[in-house]
Nanobody, 113 residues
Framework: EVQLVESGGGLVQPGGSLRLSCAAS????????MSWFRQAPGKGLEWVSG????????SYADSVKGRFTISRDNAENTLSLQMNRLKPEDTAVYYC??????WGRGTQVTVSS
């Protein structure tokens, strides 16, 4: 019943920006911390960022710290990831997750000139 639907991916040039969204349903969104993960082609799953249930505490992987910002709108059941100064190595499928059991389908982000 848990549904997580990512959107906002696409093709962007290095140095550009993109904002990802995750629409959540089927559970009490405001009661759960959420995370973004990504998987580059041929590589393992990488944790990108996390946010607590109220949105007041955030954390980031070193690889994206200072460039990405995670946020949430509990009134809209939406999780977001603002990505700035994108690099080719950010190319990956990005997933939002509530837990190891609950993932979205992912959205493709490609950073290339």
């Amino acid at each position: 019943e848990v549904q997580l639907v990512e959107s906002g991916g696409g093709l962007v040039q290095p140095g550009g920006s993109l904002r990802l969204s995750c629409a959540a349903s089927g559970f009490t969104f405001s009661g759960y911390g959420m995370s973004w993960f990504r998987q580059a082609p041929g590589k393992g799953l990488e944790w990108v960022s996390g946010i607590n249930s109220g949105g007041g505490s955030t954390s980031y992987a070193d690889s994206v710290k200072g460039r990405f910002t995670i946020s949430r709108d509990n009134a809209e059941n939406t999780l977001s990831l603002q990505m700035n100064r994108l690099k080719p190595e950010d190319t990956a499928v990005y997933y939002c997750a509530r837990s190891f059991r609950d993932w979205g389908r992912g959205t493709q982000v490609t950073v290339s000139s």
